[in-house]
């Protein structure tokens, strides 16, 4: 016997749980007020999910999906991305849309039963929130596709969940970017969750990145945890898939402190005490600790960050509350181009039925 | 008809710099029925590229093209390998522009051979328009010759949201006619009166117009003077069109080759039924292929309707 291939799946981890140094530091974060900005950032999304999940418990908000967690993972491919780059999210990565200009009201719109939500005013080329699992896998290669097609120096980055690296989906995105070399970034955001099932039921693979080998593409795994890390192998795949190097698939390895959503309750599968053990991981602490040690970060200016991300998100919370319900007539907008018959009839029927509800 | 097809793509494609074509087969080969023939060729691999033999890959880059600014032409090799695309076109393709509020959009087309009677092998012969008439936000269409393949392919692509092109493999070959390559679409969303009667509506599209012409032309022979339709576009449906002759002819005939069971031929029925009923002399009659699995070929001419069965049926109608 002959071996006729070899595959390696490296790791990446540039910050300890502690916040100490534990790789080289990227160029980017030789610049402290750029981490400071990351930390708000991460910050900012964590106050937002709380009051989200607050929204929803008080019936001021339909199911939602908190990022609790997820922080280190959202930030650092947002601070990664290109404004000109393309997402296609799940439907968890606030922090990284919220970086890239999409409002807290946006989100809360939609997660509150709106498509408005949908139509970002910043950005507006990326994707809508994609809820049947990994299909926006294939979007981001086919947008990849425009942009090799057109020659623009653009990418397209796909999250996907753990468990949604079982998907067909997954699996064809990955095999077209390689097969076309599209410039393509695919992040899996491994939470060991999907819903109550861990990582070891779905799949006997070691690592979800090595899932790449097959597709001939490189698969690295980070710490999801470690926004500097997440940044640093996020942004050197885009540049390479930028410069025609491409795609990439990337495994950040992170964990859902959060119920999946809030129409989910984790203790009925999973133990406590994994749960606590996470803690002890999360992704802002180590940042905190970062900056602090550099001389970036204090007390002071820690409760002023809280107290800023509170009126946003109040802020936020007021403009969404006060949207008025969509027309009826909504359902009928946009569906095409132009209006059909057979459609304006049923418009007339839906007006004369509407709902008086406010709908929230 | 497939050289009109070829036309049609070669026609857009060099007007429209935003037309690329993919699919399984469709560079070097020019698809397994020549329907992109030389256009790889003339136009690059980048416009006209295949793809991994994956079906919803067809669909969903499809989608991420679309959105960014491309106009994909996509062909799935038979209609039978279309399932694993639906979800695609379910969930986005034809979602983008509403849940987006109209941000972004897929103006895509996907073009497929629709139905049998070319003794192909199993899952190749399938007729399920039906399936894909039921999903908002989709336009299906059906050309029923060179012409209309040609004219609707132009509008197909030129429309600003997504449509399945239904191509009737019995007429790829069968068919042929002078068409001008003059870049002109035909109207989408309407229908083509094909022989003007005025005795007997039938309704039909794709391959079946030819049996329902044939069949008037029987029916002419012994005094019965029938309108053939074809519907064209299966999804939105043409009411107006098909009211208007039904209040002529006061009897309507539906032929479709696809199963009957919650038939296109149903809707049509349907809306004759809500909106036209008093101008009804008889019962209307839907003479389509039968509720089981499109056999294969030795028996698929059983399964298709006959001449003769379109002959009856409209006889059944008058004697009533």
Same mark, same amino acid.
């Given at each position: 016997?002959?071996i006729?291939?070899?595959f390696n799946?490296h790791?990446r981890q540039?910050l300890?749980?502690?916040?100490r140094?534990?790789?080289p530091?990227?160029?980017?974060a030789e610049?402290?007020p750029?981490?400071v ?9 964590r ?9 929803q418990r008080?019936?001021?908000l339909g199911?939602?999906?908190s990022?609790?967690g997820?922080?280190?993972t ?11 780059d ?5 439907y968890?990565?606030?922090g990284?849309q ?5 409002t807290m ?6 997660w509150?039963g709106?498509?408005?939500g949908?139509?970002?005013a910043?950005?507006?080329?990326d994707f809508?929130?994609c ?9 981001a290669?086919?947008?990849a596709?425009a942009?090799?097609?057109?020659r623009?120096?653009r ?12 998907e067909g ?7 077209l970017?390689g097969a076309?070399?599209l ?9 060991g969750w999907?819903?109550s099932?861990?990582?070891?039921s779905?799949?006997?693979a070691?690592?979800?990145a090595?899932?790449?080998?097959a597709?001939?593409i490189?698969?690295i795994?980070v710490d ?6 997440v940044r640093?192998?996020v942004g050197e ?7 025609g190097?491409?795609p990439?698939?990337i495994?950040a ?5 959060s119920?999946h959503t809030t129409?989910d ?8 005490s994994?749960v606590?053990e996470?803690?002890a991981?999360?992704p802002? $602490?180590r940042?905190?600790?970062y ?14 960050l ?5 009126g946003?998100v109040?802020?936020a919370?007021r ?5 008025v319900?969509?027309s009826t007539d ?5 569906l095409?181009?132009? $209006?059909? $018959? ?5 418009r007339a029927?839906a007006?004369k ?8 | 008809?497939v ?9 857009e494609m060099?007007?429209?710099?935003s037309v690329v ?15 992109t023939?030389?256009?790889?060729a003339?136009?690059?691999s980048?416009?006209?590229q ?17 959105a ?5 032409v ?6 039978g ?9 379910i969930n986005?393709?034809?979602r ?8 972004l959009?897929?103006?895509?087309v ?9 003794h192909?092998?199993?899952h ?7 399936l ?14 060179p012409a ?12 600003p ?7 009737p493999?019995?007429?790829y ?7 001008m390559d003059d ?6 969303d ?6 003007e009667?005025?005795d007997v ?6 391959a079946m ?9 029987e029916?002419?022979?012994v005094?019965?003077d ?8 299966l ?6 069109s098909?009211?208007?002759?039904v209040a002529r ?6 032929v479709h080759e ?5 038939g296109?031929g ?12 008093y101008?009804?002399h008889?019962?209307?009659?839907r ?7 499109m056999?294969l070929f ?6 298709i309707?006959?001449?003769?069965r379109?002959v ?7 004697a009533?």
């Amino acid at each position: 016997m002959t071996i006729v291939a070899n595959f390696n799946v490296h790791y990446r981890q540039i910050l300890d749980s502690q916040g100490r140094l534990v790789g080289p530091l990227p160029a980017f974060a030789e610049d402290l007020p750029e981490l400071v900005k990351m930390y708000a950032a991460m910050t900012r999304v964590r106050v937002f999910d709380t009051k989200a999940v607050n929204l929803q418990r008080t019936g001021q908000l339909g199911t939602y999906p908190s990022s609790l967690g997820h922080e280190a993972t959202h930030i650092g491919v947002g601070a990664a991305m290109r404004p000109e780059d393309v997402l296609a999210p799940v439907y968890r990565e606030f922090g990284t849309q919220l970086w890239r200009g999409v409002t807290m009201a946006e989100i809360l719109m939609y997660w509150g039963g709106d498509e408005r939500g949908n139509d970002f005013a910043v950005p507006r080329h990326d994707f809508a929130w994609c809820v049947p699992i990994a299909t926006q896998t294939l979007h981001a290669a086919g947008a990849a596709m425009a942009f090799k097609i057109r020659r623009e120096p653009r990418c397209a980055l796909a999250y996907i969940g753990d468990g949604g690296t079982s998907e067909g989906c997954f699996y064809e995105a990955l095999n077209l970017a390689g097969a076309r070399d599209l410039p393509v970034v695919f992040v899996i955001v491994n939470n060991g969750w999907a819903i109550s099932v861990p990582v070891a039921s779905q799949t006997r693979a070691q690592t979800l990145a090595q899932k790449a080998v097959a597709a001939g593409i490189p698969g690295i795994q980070v710490d999801g945890n470690d926004v500097l890390a997440v940044r640093a192998v996020v942004g050197e795949a885009l540049e390479t898939a930028r410069h025609g190097g491409g795609p990439c698939l990337i495994e950040a390895l992170t964990y859902r402190l959060s119920d999946h959503t809030t129409a989910d309750d984790a203790n009925r599968y999973r133990p406590e005490s994994e749960v606590k053990e996470a803690w002890a991981l999360e992704p802002l $602490p180590r940042l905190r600790e970062y900056l602090r040690r550099n001389g970036a970060w204090d007390d002071a200016r820690e409760e002023e960050l809280l107290r800023d991300c509170a009126g946003q998100v109040d802020a936020a919370v007021r403009e969404y509350l006060h949207s008025v319900k969509p027309s009826t007539d909504a359902m009928f907008d946009h569906l095409f181009a132009t $209006p059909l $018959p057979h459609l304006e009839e049923q418009r007339a029927i839906a007006r004369k039925y509407a709902s008086k509800s406010r709908g929230h | 008809m497939v050289e009109a097809i070829t036309m049609a793509h070669a026609w857009e494609m060099h007007h429209d710099a935003s037309v690329v074509v993919i699919g399984q087969d469709v560079g070097a080969n020019g698809g397994v029925f020549r329907a992109t023939a030389g256009l790889q060729a003339r136009f690059g691999s980048d416009r006209v590229q295949d793809t991994p033999l994956a079906e919803a890959t067809i669909a969903g880059m499809s989608v991420g093209m679309a959105a960014h600014g491309l106009k994909p032409v996509a062909e799935i090799q038979f209609m039978g390998f279309i399932y694993p695309a639906l979800d695609q076109i379910i969930n986005h393709m034809t979602r983008m522009r509403y849940r987006t509020r109209g941000r972004l959009s897929c103006p895509v087309v996907i073009r497929t051979p629709h139905g049998g009677g070319i003794h192909a092998p199993e899952h190749h012969s399938e007729s399920t328009e039906t399936l894909l008439c039921h999903i908002p936000g989709l336009r299906v269409v059906c050309p029923s010759s060179p012409a209309r393949a040609y004219g609707l392919l132009l509008a197909a692509i030129r429309d600003p949201d997504p449509v399945v092109f239904l191509e009737p493999l019995r007429l790829y070959r069968a068919m042929r006619q002078e068409v001008m390559d003059d870049g002109r679409a035909m109207p989408l969303d309407r229908c083509f009166i094909l022989r003007e009667g005025s005795d007997v509506t039938i309704v039909s599209w794709g391959a079946m117009t030819l049996d329902s012409l044939r069949a008037a032309a029987e029916l002419n022979s012994v005094g019965i003077d029938a309108e053939v339709i074809d519907l064209a576009t299966l999804s939105p449906i043409d009411s107006e069109s098909i009211l208007a002759s039904v209040a002529r002819t006061g009897r309507l005939v539906i032929v479709h080759e696809a199963a009957r069971n919650v038939g296109v031929g149903a809707e049509i029925a349907a809306i004759v039924a809500e909106h036209g009923l008093y101008d009804l002399h008889a019962p209307i009659a839907r003479v389509t292929g039968f509720d089981t699995i499109m056999p294969l070929f030795r028996l698929e001419q059983d399964y298709i309707p006959s001449v003769q069965r379109i002959v009856d049926a409209v006889r059944r109608t008058l004697a009533d």
